[in-house]
């Protein structure tokens, strides 16, 4: 079992920047590959980047490529969303998940945090 728990969310104006960060506990976050989810009211969970177990392969959604960077530090058990041009599209709530193995479907993903909520003000 892995507890993860997001943290870095908040009220932003359009173009301001965010770091994101999930923090593991239970189990070493080194075993995982980890995702960053996001979902806006009405919405489905949609995903937004991924990172191998070694952070050697990163995945990311068209609408952040080039804007979001995730990063891993699996000594201080943590992961990191880097969210720059923020955009009032982006505003949802920020899920992290963990995987056995690189993903980009939430059905992939065996644990989740309980999300943080980023806005976006244009």
């Known amino acids: 079992q892995v507890q993860l728990v997001e943290s870095g969310g908040g009220l932003v104006q359009t173009g301001d920047s965010l770091r994101l960060s999930c923090r593991a506990s239970g189990r070493t976050l080194g075993s995982y590959a980890m995702g960053w989810f996001r979902q806006a009211p009405g919405k489905e969970r949609e995903f937004v980047a991924a990172?191998?177990?070694?952070?050697?392969?990163?995945y990311y959604a068209d609408s952040v490529k080039g804007r979001f960077t995730i990063s891993r530090d699996n000594a201080a058990n943590t992961v990191y969303l880097q969210m720059n041009s923020l955009k009032p599209e982006d505003t949802a709530v920020y899920y992290c998940a963990a995987s056995f193995l690189i993903a980009t479907r939430p059905i992939e993903y065996d644990y989740w945090g309980q999300g943080t909520q980023v806005t976006v003000s244009s």
């Open positions: 990172i191998s177990w070694s952070g050697g392969s990163t």
